[in-house]
């Protein structure tokens, strides 16, 4: 897998591996800590993954700005830069936690 380069934040180090996964998650049923401003510890990266559907991720740091993630998309999350989800209607996501 191609792994995305992060709109904020460091990129994925090389060697990097996935120690957690969650979901996969239909819209009922996503934790509501991801569904508002949260972010990843020190060393800890996410890998959102759009299975079905559609979602609304929002950057909360000071750069703000959102973008609309569709079936297929997978979108890099480093460590400490606050983000949350939106729900966007009927959507499927599974995240996978990497670290080096």
Known sequence: MTVPIAERGPPLPSG?????RIGPFGADAIPAG???RHDL???AWGL???LAGSIRFHWDDETGGARLLKTGDTMLIPPCVPHHLERQGSVTIEIAFCAP
């Open 48 to 50: 959102l993954s759009v």
């Open 16 to 20: 990097a591996r996935a120690y957690r």
């Open 34 to 36: 991801l569904l508002r």
């Open 41 to 43: 510890k020190e060393g």
